[in-house]
C-alpha cells in the first residue's frame, strides 16, 4: 500500500515541480507577503503591536483569497485531464486502489503548496524579524499563520481534487473550481453580513452565526488565526474573533472535518470513474 | 491447461444499444489471440469489460479465474490502450518506473524492458519529444512490467510502419514465450497473419468466427476467381459459354469453388485460341475478413 501511495506521490509531485506550480506559487506568495509586510513596517510605529503580528493578521486575510485559489488551480484537472488524457485507464488497470491514487494526488499537492507556504512566507517572516524588532507573540502568530496555511491548502486541494473526480471532465471541473471559491471565499461572507444585520442582537447572532462562520473553511481559517491575537486590529465578521462562544482551536476543528468529508467524497466517487 | 481469460455468453449494452452480444471468447497461457473487427464493433468495449472499468449486462468473465477489475485480476492483466498518452515532461524511464511502483515490481526490470522494446538510447529524454512509434513501444514496454499473465493490447501497431509494426510483434511473440496470454486487436487479418496462433471476428457486437486461419479459410469457402481476357470480339462467345462477370469489353470474371477449378481450367483450355490471358486469384485475407464481418450484402460494397 505504502509503496503505491508513494509511486503516485513522487509522480504527482514531479509533476508540480516540473510544471512550475511551486516556483509560481511561492513567487506570488512572497511578493505579497512582503508588500503587506512594508505596508505593516510603515504603520507599525503608531501602533501597540509589532510589525510581524501586524503582518500576520492582514497576510492572514489575503491568504483567504490566495492560497485556496492556488491550490483549486493545481489540483482541478489532476483527474479529469487524466480521464480525458486516457493515462488514467492505464492506472487503473494496476493493482493500484482508486483510494491510493486519490490520496497520493492529495498528499503531493498539499506538499507542494505548503512547499510555497514555507518558502514564501518564511523568508519573508525572517526579513521581517531581521528588520524590525520582534516578540514572541508576532512569532507564534507567524508559526500558526504558516501551518494553518497548509492546512488551508490541503482542504482546497481536496475540494480541487474531489470536483475533478466528481466532474470527470477538465472544462466542468475548472467551471466547478471557480464557482466553489467564489462561493466559499467571497459570496459566503457577504450573505452572511447580510444575515447578521438582517436578524441583529439574539440568538442567530450569539448561537448560530458564530457556527456559521467556522463551517466555512476559509472564515475557519482567518477565525483561527484573528482569535489568536488579542491586540489584533480587526473589523466587520473578523470582529466576532473577540466574542467567540468557543475556543479558536475549534476552527482548527473544523478545517480537519473539512478534510476527512473531501477525501471520502473524492476517493468514494473516484472508485466509480470508468476510464 | 486452464484458461487465463474465459469469457462465456457476456452481454454489454451501452446507452440502450447492445455493444455485445453473448460473446465467449477464452485465451490460454503462452496463446495469442487477435481479436478482429471494424472501428465500432465492440473490440475497446470488450478490453474495458476484462479490466472491470464497464460491467457486463450479462454473461461472466473471469481473469485467472477472478472477478474482471479484482485485485487478483489486476495483477494478472496488463494494459496497452488504442490511444496512449503520458505525461509529455516525464522521462520514458520515469514513466516506466511509475508503473513498475504501482505493480510493487524491482525497479531494476525497468532498464531491461527499455532494452527489449529498443528504447534504452532515448531512456531519460522527456515523452514530448519522442515519435509516435516510439510512444507506442514506451506503452508496450509499459504493458510487459512485471511478466503478465495477460496482456490486453488495444490496437496497439495501428499507425505504425511495417518495420516497427514487425519489431512490435516480435516483442509480442517474446512476451508469449514467456508465458503470457495475449489478447490484441487489430483491424485487418494481413496484419496479424502468422503473428498469431487464433483469431477472432467480431462484428456489430457478435463473435462472427473463430479459429486458425486455416480454419476460418475452409469455414468460409469462398469461391476462387479466374480472371479471363479475351481476344478482341471473342467476349462475347466465353460470356455465353462460361457466364461468369463481364468486367468490359475484353475481360470476364469467373467464380468457382474450390474443387471444381481444374475443371474449369481444363474446359476453357479447349477455347485457348479465343484467350489472351488466364489469371487465378484464390479468395485473399480481405476476402476471409470481409466476409465474416459483413453484415449484409449492400454493405460488402462498400
Same mark, same amino acid.
Given at each position: 500500500?505504502?509503496?503505491?501511495?508513494?509511486?503516485?506521490?513522487?509522480?504527482?509531485?514531479?509533476?508540480?515541480?516540473?510544471?512550475?506550480?511551486?516556483?509560481?506559487?511561492?513567487?506570488?506568495?512572497?511578493?505579497?507577503?512582503?508588500?503587506?509586510?512594508?505596508?505593516?513596517?510603515?504603520?507599525?510605529?503608531?501602533?501597540?503591536?509589532?510589525?510581524?503580528?501586524?503582518?500576520?493578521?492582514?497576510?492572514?486575510?489575503?491568504?483567504?483569497?490566495?492560497?485556496?485559489?492556488?491550490?483549486?488551480?493545481?489540483?482541478?484537472?489532476?483527474?479529469?485531464?487524466?480521464?480525458?488524457?486516457?493515462?488514467?485507464?492505464?492506472?487503473?488497470?494496476?493493482?493500484?486502489?482508486?483510494?491510493?491514487?486519490?490520496?497520493?494526488?492529495?498528499?503531493?499537492?498539499?506538499?507542494?503548496?505548503?512547499?510555497?507556504?514555507?518558502?514564501?512566507?518564511?523568508?519573508?517572516?525572517?526579513?521581517?524579524?531581521?528588520?524590525?524588532?520582534?516578540?514572541?507573540?508576532?512569532?507564534?502568530?507567524?508559526?500558526?499563520?504558516?501551518?494553518?496555511?497548509?492546512?488551508?491548502?490541503?482542504?482546497?486541494?481536496?475540494?480541487?481534487?474531489?470536483?475533478?473526480?466528481?466532474?470527470?471532465?477538465?472544462?466542468?471541473?475548472?467551471?466547478?473550481?471557480?464557482?466553489?471559491?467564489?462561493?466559499?471565499?467571497?459570496?459566503?461572507?457577504?450573505?452572511?453580513?447580510?444575515?447578521?444585520?438582517?436578524?441583529?442582537?439574539?440568538?442567530?447572532?450569539?448561537?448560530?452565526? /458564530?457556527?456559521?462562520?467556522?463551517?466555512? /473553511?476559509?472564515?475557519?481559517?482567518?477565525?483561527?488565526?484573528?482569535?489568536?491575537?488579542?491586540?489584533?486590529?480587526?473589523?466587520?465578521?473578523?470582529?466576532?474573533?473577540?466574542?467567540?462562544?468557543?475556543?479558536?482551536?475549534?476552527?482548527?476543528?473544523?478545517?480537519?472535518?473539512?478534510?476527512?468529508?473531501?477525501?471520502?467524497?473524492?476517493?468514494?466517487?473516484?472508485?466509480?470513474?470508468?476510464? | 491447461?486452464?484458461?487465463?481469460?474465459?469469457?462465456?455468453?457476456?452481454?454489454?449494452?451501452?446507452?440502450?444499444?447492445?455493444?455485445?452480444?453473448?460473446?465467449?471468447?477464452?485465451?490460454?497461457?503462452?496463446?495469442?489471440?487477435?481479436?478482429?473487427?471494424?472501428?465500432?464493433?465492440?473490440?475497446?468495449?470488450?478490453?474495458?469489460?476484462?479490466?472491470?472499468?464497464?460491467?457486463?449486462?450479462?454473461?461472466?468473465?473471469?481473469?485467472?479465474?477472478?472477478?474482471?477489475?479484482?485485485?487478483?485480476?489486476?495483477?494478472?492483466?496488463?494494459?496497452?490502450?488504442?490511444?496512449?498518452?503520458?505525461?509529455?515532461?516525464?522521462?520514458?524511464?520515469?514513466?516506466?518506473?511509475?508503473?513498475?511502483?504501482?505493480?510493487?515490481?524491482?525497479?531494476?526490470?525497468?532498464?531491461?524492458?527499455?532494452?527489449?522494446?529498443?528504447?534504452?538510447?532515448?531512456?531519460?529524454?522527456?515523452?514530448?519529444?519522442?515519435?509516435?512509434?516510439?510512444?507506442?513501444?514506451?506503452?508496450?514496454?509499459?504493458?510487459?512490467?512485471?511478466?503478465?499473465?495477460?496482456?490486453?493490447?488495444?490496437?496497439?501497431? =495501428?499507425?505504425?510502419?511495417?518495420?516497427?509494426?514487425?519489431?512490435?510483434?516480435?516483442?509480442?511473440?517474446?512476451?508469449?514465450?514467456?508465458? =503470457?496470454?495475449?489478447?490484441?486487436?487489430?483491424?485487418?487479418?494481413?496484419?496479424?497473419?502468422?503473428?498469431?496462433?487464433?483469431?477472432?471476428?467480431?462484428?456489430?457486437?457478435?463473435?462472427?468466427?473463430?479459429?486458425?486461419?486455416?480454419?476460418?479459410?475452409?469455414?468460409?469457402?469462398?469461391?476462387?476467381?479466374?480472371?479471363?481476357?479475351?481476344?478482341?470480339?471473342?467476349?462475347?462467345?466465353?460470356?455465353?459459354?462460361?457466364?461468369?462477370?463481364?468486367?468490359?469489353?475484353?475481360?470476364?470474371?469467373?467464380?468457382?469453388?474450390?474443387?471444381?477449378?481444374?475443371?474449369?481450367?481444363?474446359?476453357?483450355?479447349?477455347?485457348?485460341?479465343?484467350?489472351?490471358?488466364?489469371?487465378?486469384?484464390?479468395?485473399?485475407?480481405?476476402?476471409?475478413?470481409?466476409?465474416?464481418?459483413?453484415?449484409?450484402?449492400?454493405?460488402?460494397?462498400?
Amino acid at each position: 500500500m505504502s509503496t503505491r501511495i508513494g509511486t503516485v506521490f513522487g509522480q504527482e509531485l514531479r509533476q508540480a515541480r516540473r510544471n512550475l506550480w511551486v516556483i509560481l506559487a511561492t513567487a506570488v506568495l512572497g511578493l505579497f507577503a512582503l508588500a503587506l509586510a512594508l505596508f505593516g513596517a510603515g504603520q507599525g510605529s503608531g501602533l501597540k503591536v509589532d510589525v510581524l503580528t501586524l503582518t500576520a493578521v492582514s497576510l492572514a486575510t489575503l491568504s483567504v483569497y490566495l492560497i485556496p485559489l492556488i491550490a483549486l488551480l493545481m489540483s482541478y484537472d489532476s483527474i479529469s485531464g487524466e480521464v480525458e488524457r486516457g493515462s488514467l485507464a492505464l492506472t487503473f488497470a494496476t493493482p493500484v486502489r482508486r483510494w491510493e491514487v486519490f490520496v497520493g494526488k492529495l498528499l503531493a499537492q498539499t506538499v507542494a503548496v505548503c512547499v510555497a507556504i514555507l518558502i514564501a512566507f518564511g523568508t519573508v517572516g525572517c526579513i521581517i524579524g531581521f528588520l524590525a524588532e520582534t516578540s514572541r507573540d508576532g512569532v507564534s502568530a507567524w508559526l500558526r499563520l504558516m501551518l494553518s496555511a497548509g492546512g488551508l491548502g490541503a482542504i482546497f486541494v481536496g475540494i480541487g481534487l474531489m470536483l475533478s473526480a466528481l466532474t470527470g471532465r477538465t472544462a466542468r471541473a475548472a467551471a466547478a473550481a471557480v464557482g466553489v471559491w467564489l462561493l466559499l471565499v467571497v459570496l459566503y461572507d457577504v450573505a452572511l453580513l447580510g444575515a447578521i444585520m438582517a436578524a441583529g442582537e439574539g440568538i442567530f447572532a450569539t448561537h448560530v452565526f /458564530p457556527w456559521l462562520v467556522i463551517a466555512n /473553511p476559509a472564515d475557519a481559517f482567518r477565525l483561527y488565526n484573528l482569535a489568536m491575537i488579542d491586540a489584533a486590529p480587526v473589523a466587520g465578521i473578523d470582529g466576532l474573533s473577540q466574542t467567540l462562544p468557543f475556543p479558536p482551536v475549534a476552527a482548527l476543528a473544523a478545517l480537519g472535518l473539512w478534510l476527512v468529508v473531501t477525501i471520502a467524497i473524492g476517493s468514494a466517487r473516484t472508485k466509480r470513474i470508468v476510464p | 491447461m486452464t484458461a487465463i481469460l474465459a469469457i462465456n455468453a457476456l452481454c454489454l449494452s451501452f446507452g440502450g444499444q447492445q455493444v455485445l452480444d453473448d460473446v465467449s471468447l477464452s485465451v490460454q497461457p503462452g496463446e495469442r489471440l487477435a481479436l478482429l473487427g471494424h472501428n465500432g464493433a465492440g473490440k475497446s468495449t470488450l478490453f474495458k469489460t476484462v479490466l472491470g472499468f464497464l460491467r457486463p449486462s450479462s454473461g461472466t468473465v473471469a481473469v485467472a479465474g477472478r472477478a474482471p477489475g479484482s485485485n487478483a485480476a489486476r495483477e494478472a492483466v496488463n494494459y496497452l490502450p488504442e490511444v496512449v498518452s503520458f505525461q509529455r515532461n516525464l522521462s520514458g524511464r520515469e514513466v516506466l518506473s511509475y508503473f513498475s511502483g504501482l505493480r510493487g515490481t524491482p525497479k531494476a526490470e525497468v532498464s531491461d524492458l527499455l532494452a527489449r522494446v529498443g528504447l534504452l538510447d532515448a531512456a531519460d529524454r522527456a515523452v514530448g519529444t519522442y515519435s509516435k512509434g516510439m510512444r507506442q513501444r514506451l506503452g508496450l514496454a509499459q504493458a510487459l512490467i512485471g511478466a503478465p499473465r495477460l496482456l490486453l493490447l488495444d490496437e496497439p501497431t =495501428s499507425g505504425l510502419d511495417p518495420v516497427s509494426r514487425h519489431e512490435f510483434y516480435e516483442v509480442i511473440a517474446d512476451a508469449a514465450v514467456r508465458g =503470457s496470454a495475449v489478447l490484441l486487436s487489430s483491424h485487418g487479418l494481413e496484419e496479424v497473419q502468422d503473428k498469431t496462433d487464433r483469431i477472432a471476428i467480431l462484428a456489430r457486437g457478435r463473435l462472427t468466427a473463430e479459429g486458425t486461419l486455416a480454419e476460418l479459410a475452409q469455414e468460409a469457402g469462398l469461391p476462387t476467381t479466374i480472371r479471363i481476357s479475351a481476344k478482341p470480339g471473342a467476349a462475347d462467345d466465353l460470356h455465353g459459354e462460361f457466364g461468369g462477370r463481364r468486367v468490359n469489353g475484353c475481360r470476364l470474371d469467373l467464380d468457382c469453388a474450390q474443387g471444381a477449378k481444374v475443371d474449369l481450367l481444363a474446359r476453357l483450355g479447349r477455347h485457348h485460341d479465343k484467350l489472351r490471358d488466364v489469371e487465378i486469384a484464390p479468395p485473399g485475407l480481405t476476402d476471409i475478413y470481409r466476409h465474416f464481418s459483413r453484415m449484409s450484402p449492400a454493405e460488402d460494397q462498400i
